[in-house]
């Protein structure tokens, strides 16, 4: 028999966890059309699935040269022979072709009309050459073209470079104030998580489309080691259930944020560093083995959570750190995190 504290001297054999998530990213090539040119391919990826309203809406377009010669675009308007970014004119269009459009919910598309361009150097050319398998591309923030991006809901771009030779190429995004998750469990207390937006946007995105759905409700924590962490999320409740359907994210691994006491992670396979989907776990105490190792997703927001923390770290577990009663995640809800902090405020003397 292996007592608790001999076990807890080799955390890092206890991390048999599975745990996954949704889409790497949310993006759509160019589909072919008849007499399209074979030898571009048109690409377009919103730099996060997630957005914060006050924040860039970044917007990635690429055309791509798939062959091995070189290939000449032409272009509507000249722009600076040294211009080394895709020009804005491939992008938007010119006068009265538009080739940017998008679409907000359920609503129809919406063009976005094309900017003025400034005045056309001595220097200008009137078309683009892309050698063997090169690509030119740029990125934007979508909130200087269309300024209702800026409301919270979904979003599809659709791009159809070269007047819609190329296809369409599309990317959906969501743009949200950001929130803080608060879990309810059956002991005393709530717990309230600061979500890391920024630092893994694709796993907080699936965390919390888990959450909104409802997913979390009713399902447990089945591993509790004091000291170590607490695992939940499991819809098997036996630590290798996933999604239901079956979506996995890739890790986002950050070596410079510290595990600590109530820092909130998404679990994995540990064969896979990219096999995150619904399991999470919360760490109890400083684990600096962890760094880098595993996604943080977000962190316990003040004492009041880290109180609420060590209650579950106190259950009593089996000899596999199971609850001898079973810990039920009754709820996790998604709040203003910005809303929340100023009523706090608020209320201190």
């Given at each position: 028999?292996?007592?608790?504290?001999?076990?807890?001297?080799?955390?890092?054999?206890?991390?048999?966890?599975?745990?996954l998530?949704?889409?790497?990213?949310?993006?759509?090539?160019?589909?072919?059309?008849?007499?399209?040119?074979?030898?571009?391919?048109?690409?377009l990826?919103?730099?996060?699935?997630?957005?914060?309203?006050?924040?860039?809406?970044?917007?990635?377009?690429?055309?791509?040269?798939?062959?091995?010669?070189?290939?000449?675009?032409?272009?509507?308007?000249?722009?600076?022979?040294?211009?080394?970014?895709?020009?804005?004119?491939?992008?938007?269009?010119?006068?009265?072709?538009?080739?940017?459009?998008?679409?907000?919910?359920?609503?129809?598309?919406?063009?976005?009309?094309?900017?003025?361009?400034?005045?056309?150097?001595?220097?200008?050319?009137?078309?683009?050459?892309?050698?063997?398998?090169?690509?030119?591309?740029?990125?934007?923030?979508?909130?200087?073209?269309?300024?209702?991006?800026?409301?919270?809901g979904?979003?599809?771009l659709?791009?159809?470079?070269?007047?819609?030779?190329?296809?369409?190429?599309?990317?959906?995004?969501?743009?949200?104030?950001?929130?803080?998750?608060?879990?309810?469990?059956?002991?005393?207390?709530?717990?309230?998580?600061t979500?890391?937006?920024?630092?893994?946007?694709?796993?907080?995105?699936?965390?919390?489309?888990?959450?909104?759905?409802?997913?979390?409700?009713?399902?447990?924590?089945?591993?509790?080691?004091?000291?170590?962490?607490?695992?939940?999320?499991?819809?098997?409740?036996?630590?290798?259930?996933?999604?239901?359907?079956?979506?996995?994210?890739?890790?986002?691994f950050?070596?410079?944020?510290?595990v600590?006491?109530?820092?909130?992670?998404?679990?994995?396979?540990?064969?896979?560093?990219?096999?995150?989907?619904?399991?999470?776990?919360?760490?109890?105490?400083?684990?600096?083995?962890?760094?880098?190792?595993?996604?943080?997703?977000?962190?316990?927001?003040?004492?009041?959570?880290?109180?609420?923390?060590?209650?579950?770290?106190?259950?009593?577990?089996?000899?596999?750190?199971?609850?001898?009663?079973?810990?039920?995640?009754?709820?996790?809800?998604?709040?203003?995190?910005?809303?929340?902090?100023?009523?706090?405020?608020?209320?201190?003397?």
């Amino acid at each position: 028999m292996v007592c608790r504290k001999t076990r807890l001297l080799h955390p890092l054999r206890r991390l048999a966890w599975l745990a996954l998530a949704g889409p790497a990213a949310l993006i759509a090539p160019a589909q072919d059309t008849a007499g399209a040119p074979p030898a571009l391919r048109a690409d377009l990826r919103a730099a996060k699935p997630l957005f914060n309203p006050d924040s860039p809406i970044r917007v990635r377009f690429t055309l791509t040269n798939t062959t091995a010669d070189t290939v000449t675009v032409p272009l509507d308007q000249p722009v600076a022979s040294d211009a080394i970014t895709l020009p804005a004119q491939l992008v938007f269009g010119s006068g009265d072709t538009r080739l940017l459009s998008v679409t907000y919910e359920n609503d129809p598309p919406k063009e976005i009309p094309a900017p003025t361009l400034p005045p056309a150097k001595t220097n200008a050319t009137t078309s683009l050459r892309l050698g063997p398998h090169g690509l030119i591309g740029i990125e934007l923030d979508l909130r200087k073209y269309y300024q209702h991006v800026r409301y919270a809901g979904t979003y599809r771009l659709e791009w159809r470079p070269l007047g819609g030779t190329l296809g369409t190429a599309a990317t959906e995004f969501r743009v949200e104030p950001r929130k803080d998750a608060v879990l309810v469990t059956d002991l005393p207390g709530k717990i309230t998580f600061t979500l890391d937006y920024d630092g893994a946007p694709l796993n907080v995105e699936n965390f919390v489309e888990l959450v909104r759905d409802g997913f979390y409700g009713g399902l447990t924590f089945h591993r509790v080691i004091p000291g170590f962490l607490i695992q939940g999320g499991c819809p098997s409740g036996d630590g290798k259930g996933l999604r239901k359907d079956g979506k996995t994210v890739g890790g986002e691994f950050r070596s410079d944020v510290p595990v600590e006491a109530g820092t909130l992670l998404m679990a994995r396979k540990p064969s896979d560093p990219n096999s995150a989907s619904c399991q999470f776990f919360v760490a109890l105490g400083r684990l600096p083995d962890l760094d880098g190792q595993y996604t943080v997703i977000g962190h316990a927001r003040d004492t009041d959570s880290l109180r609420a923390l060590q209650q579950l770290a106190e259950v009593p577990t089996d000899r596999k750190d199971r609850p001898l009663s079973p810990l039920l995640i009754r709820s996790i809800n998604l709040v203003d995190a910005e809303s929340l902090r100023t009523r706090e405020l608020e209320a201190q003397p």
